[in-house]
């Protein structure tokens, strides 16, 4: 950093950010690079707290709290780096003889040097404004003007890309080098804490995200209107899209290194040209355990492989001896495969309990053959499942003979009604017994079907591969990611989406992937408008890819009826389940959940409801507003709402205490519970209120934490949640515009307008106009003759703002996902499948995975089918590697971590197993792979022991809940059309028919 940007970091850093992020980077940007300054900690003193004054709110201290582990952390980060420098770089620089040449150490430390300016002109202007923290509590602006600057993202960038090359020359030298590896490890003996390089290199690929928790915890406790909220969430807004960008290109530099390791392995020269072209990308690679078993249930082999999933083919590979001990100890040193088998992904099938084999030729991959039309797919271990139907028909029998005994005219000791009661009883409970064993050993088996070659009269051949994964999780991972990729190789996924040619490379492994089409509606005119919400369901069984619950759709328009069709989630397309018929058309529906406290949520995942439960409002065209109850689908009509006027309801939204209803008059009623009880009963319709919120329609409602937005023409009231108070605020400048549609993220809400093809981002606290973007103009297709786009639908879901038009493009564009400011910066993604006419909606469906399947036992009880070993949770495909200074630390305090939780194991079950089969079955039917004590962290934050971050240490006697979520996002429209890449022309057939149409995303965590 030159002199003048040093003194401008400081200027900005003591006054602060006056206008805003952009004032901010006009202060610190500096293009001309850095210079290097050494900088003196006599002159600039590291930043140190002033004694805690009296008076301070527990906020104030937390705050403080939490400023002294930023203190902290950035000084031992700091330290680390100063370490690589002067205790690697310069001894091997200045050793006489050489260790190692210039031109070798030159690139293994690359960027370092300047990493390590950037956060000593951090650590100064955090000194500066650490001096003045009792007056001024701000710290947000200060991580904008320091990480908004271009040069940080640039050397942070050549330091991750050149990561993975930089363990590679050290693990090369380390094995041609004697001299240097005996350096290394005389480095790592001497120091204190004993950690190697490698964990002093990893530090910089964690720093980001360790920044982000802690002003995530420092937004978390600052109060509604602070001066620091905003810079705060601007702030996390920087650091979370320097941090994705970040690991993106880690991501992809390990997807790179990986493919070219297994390619040198491949002797195949089809298979080896196939992985060296630009076409294949790498999905997901693991190590996971293949398990061979006998005719008789018991394990025969088990070894490692590592499996990858390429978004074409899917590849088994042994796994080879991984280098020297005292080298891996030091750095790690990636192992050689050799291939065992590939198949391509289409005719790769995951088999789970139940299902049978198919009629061609079957068998275990090392096993013996079974012709397919006699031999049944036996999952759990071998044998459970057919120990399940065994114990099923046993009980049909002698229930039969209960049945019989009962008939008996005399009295026998031993064979009397009671009796046989007790044996049905004794064998329903090993059926629960044997049912949750098979639910247990079935949780981390990934179970597939491979196509192999044809035996000799040409019939396809199949083998069964049965791979043991760390986790639930990750085997849940492995069928999400297959899934995916099977459906991303068809016609309307390739391509489904197009963008600019420079941001096709750094696309994540799957963007949003067209699963399915369906239509609802034959439209007789063209003023017809649909509507749709998710009345969702957490899932309860194995299910996986889709989100559960119900898709209700409604008519409205120009029409004098109104129809709902009700679609079921729960299999791979949507199923009609029922319709309903209404008096008038349908303008809005609001899902309402059943109202519970948090203690109740945090008890149980389900529960048998008291009260009226989950239910679904609809908004009539009569001005009546329709309550119906939700349980499966039924859809009973429970309540008749009505307006005094019959004004059409436009949208409906509701909170804990009132259901919110904007009607075409400009007023808003606001219903109350039923005898004001907030935890049981409907709306009341007599405790109505009408607010008066201007003189045109209320066209959208927008709920947030405490208060309700209700849009007006050209601006948007504010209504306070408990008191009804309004505030009003214009959004346009046009009186003659309206707002249409308003959608929340993080800090900030997006609205779009009836007119014109912009849309503008406001802050939640302030209401400071923020951000305005033109959607053509973020358009990838083009198209000189088109009219003007304007926006009809809006949604924020997962990192993405989808965008709906009137010529039935969808647009997607990346936004944060944190609590910051939902910025947009990155470039507009088209959707090739496109509606023929409006986007009339789009819905975000999402469930959650039930916790049941998170864990190895399903039961904690004397009947457990899994015993009380525990099991953490590893993974190889994390884009952020652990720290090598894990070891060695168990002494220190403990180390935060940003995900992590332990699983229970489905062995070591006590007593003698039962089961119906003889002794020598049984144990193979327990039989289950031994897993050790894994360090349970997705990746670690920190390997220094006095340093405090935000996380959950594991529990020896219970985890931390992970929730899984499956999400999609369902748009409707009229009819469905394929556009050209590169132009908005349309190709294929056109329909009249209102069609839904189905994005699945990935699973997430």
Avoid at 8 to 35: C, F, N, P, W
Avoid at 478 to 499: D, K, S, Y
Wanted: glycine share 8%.
């Amino acid at each position: 950093m030159t002199l003048q940007g040093f003194s401008d970091l400081m200027k900005a850093a003591r006054s602060g950010t006056k206008d805003g992020l952009d004032k901010t980077r006009i202060d610190v940007e500096d293009d001309a690079g850095y210079l290097d300054v050494a900088v003196s900690d006599v002159k600039h003193p590291p930043a140190q707290l002033s004694p805690m004054p009296e008076g301070l709110s527990s906020q104030q201290v937390t705050r403080r709290h939490i400023l002294g582990s930023i203190i902290q952390s950035e000084r031992s980060y700091l330290e680390s780096l100063r370490r690589i420098l002067e205790e690697y770089q310069s001894p091997l620089l200045e050793a006489n003889p050489r260790i190692l040449s210039p031109r070798k150490i030159q690139p293994v430390f690359y960027r370092l040097r300047e990493i390590t300016q950037c956060h000593s002109m951090f650590q100064i202007a955090l000194a500066s404004r650490v001096a003045e923290w009792d007056s001024s509590e701000k710290i947000g602006d200060l991580f904008v003007a320091s990480f908004s600057k271009s040069m940080v993202l640039d050397v942070y960038s050549d330091y991750v890309n050149n990561f993975t090359n930089a363990m590679a020359l050290i693990k090369k030298a380390c094995m041609s080098k004697p001299a240097f590896l005996e350096f290394i490890k005389m480095k790592r003996a001497s120091s204190v804490d004993r950690i190697t390089l490698y964990g002093l290199m990893v530090k910089p690929i964690q720093r980001f995200p360790q920044f982000i928790l802690l002003l995530q915890d420092m937004l978390k406790n600052t109060p509604k209107g602070h001066v620091d909220c905003l810079p705060l969430q601007l702030a996390l807004t920087e650091l979370e899209m320097l941090a994705e960008k970040l690991n993106e290109q880690k991501r992809v530099a390990d997807q790179i290194a990986e493919t070219q390791q297994l390619a040198r392995s491949v002797s195949d020269r089809s298979l080896s040209k196939q992985l060296n072209s630009d076409q294949g990308s790498l999905v997901l690679c693991e190590t996971l355990i293949e398990t061979v078993y006998g005719e008789r249930g018991q394990v025969l082999k088990s070894k490692e492989r590592k499996v990858f999933l390429f978004n074409d083919i899917l590849i088994c590979a042994n796994i080879n001896v991984k280098g020297p001990l005292d080298i891996s100890s030091l750095v790690p040193v990636g192992p050689k495969y050799t291939v065992k088998w590939s198949a391509p992904l289409l005719q790769v099938q995951v088999v789970e309990v139940g299902q049978e084999a198919s009629q061609e030729t079957l068998f275990q991959h090392g096993g013996a053959k079974h012709p397919g039309s006699a031999w049944k797919v036996i999952l759990g271990p071998p044998r459970l499942y057919q120990e399940l139907q065994d114990l099923q028909h046993d009980l049909s029998v002698v229930e039969e003979v209960t049945l019989l005994v009962g008939t008996l005219q005399g009295t026998y000791q031993n064979l009397n009604t009671t009796v046989a009661q007790d044996w049905c009883l004794a064998l329903q409970r090993l059926i629960r017994i044997k049912e949750d064993q098979l639910q247990s050993a079935n949780k981390c088996r990934l179970r597939l079907q491979v196509p192999g070659r044809p035996d000799k009269s040409g019939r396809p051949v199949s083998f069964m591969v049965v791979f043991n994964t760390p986790s639930p999780l990750s085997k849940i991972s492995w069928v999400n990611r297959l899934h995916l990729a099977q459906i991303a190789q068809r016609e309307e996924n390739t391509p489904g989406w197009f963008c600019a040619e420079d941001e096709g490379k750094t696309m994540s492994p799957f963007w949003p992937l067209l699963a399915c089409r369906v239509p609802v509606f034959t439209t007789k005119s063209s003023d017809r408008k649909v509507t749709a919400l998710h009345n969702p369901r957490q899932f309860s069984a194995g299910c996986t890819l889709l989100p559960q619950g119900y898709l209700w759709v409604a008519s409205g328009g120009d029409v004098t009826q109104g129809q709902v069709e009700i679609f079921s989630l729960n299999r791979p397309t949507l199923r009609p389940v029922k319709s309903l018929q209404v008096v008038a058309p349908v303008r809005c529906l609001e899902y309402v959940p059943e109202p519970r406290t948090s203690e109740e949520v945090e008890a149980v995942a389900f529960r048998s409801s008291t009260g009226v439960g989950n239910t679904i409002c609809l908004g009539l065209d009569d001005g009546s507003i329709l309550v119906y109850g939700s349980v499966n689908t039924e859809a009973q009509c429970l309540l008749n709402l009505r307006n005094p006027h019959s004004c059409p309801v436009l949208c409906l939204k509701h909170c804990t205490n009132f259901l919110f209803a904007g009607l075409r008059d400009g007023t808003m009623m606001v219903y109350g519970r039923s005898n004001g009880d907030p935890w049981d009963g409907l709306w009341e319709p007599d405790s109505s209120r009408t607010l008066i919120v201007g003189p045109e329609p209320v066209r959208t409602l927008l709920l947030l934490e405490d208060s309700m937005w209700a849009s007006c023409a050209n601006s948007v009231t504010i209504i306070e949640g408990s008191s009804l108070a309004t505030q009003r605020f214009e959004v346009h400048p046009d009186p003659m515009v309206t707002v249409a549609h308003m959608v929340r993220a993080g800090g900030g809400v997006w609205m779009a307008f009836s007119e014109g093809s912009s849309i503008r981002l406001f802050h939640t606290e302030t209401l400071e106009h923020l951000q305005e973007i033109n959607i053509s103009t973020r358009v990838s297709l083009h198209n000189p003759g088109q009219k003007s786009m304007r926006v009809t639908s809006l949604l924020i879901h997962q990192g993405l703002l989808w965008v709906g038009t009137v010529q039935g493009i969808i647009i997607t564009l990346p936004v944060p996902k944190l609590e910051g400011i939902p910025k947009i910066t990155g470039k507009g993604m088209t959707s090739l499948n496109a509606h023929c006419g409006p986007v009339d909606f789009l819905v975000a469906t999402s469930s959650t995975l039930s916790p049941e399947l998170l864990r190895d036992s399903v039961a904690d009880g004397p009947d457990s089918a899994c015993g009380e070993e525990d099991r953490s949770y590893y993974s190889s495909q994390e884009s952020l590697p652990q720290s090598g200074s894990s070891q060695g630390q168990g002494g220190g305090k403990g180390r935060g971590v940003l995900l992590q939780y332990r699983l229970r194991s489905t062995s070591g079950l006590p007593g003698r197993p039962l089961t119906v089969r003889g002794d020598e079955a049984s144990d193979s039917s327990l039989e289950s792979l031994e897993h050790s004590l894994e360090d349970g962290s997705i990746y670690e934050f920190s390997g220094d022991p006095e340093m405090w971050v935000q996380g959950r240490p594991c529990e020896r006697d219970g985890g931390r809940r992970d929730r899984v979520i499956s999400a999609a996002v369902i748009s409707g429209g009229r009819g469905f059309h394929r556009l050209r890449e590169g132009t908005t022309e349309r190709a294929g057939v056109e329909s009249s028919e209102t069609t839904l149409m189905m994005w699945e995303l990935p699973l997430t965590v």
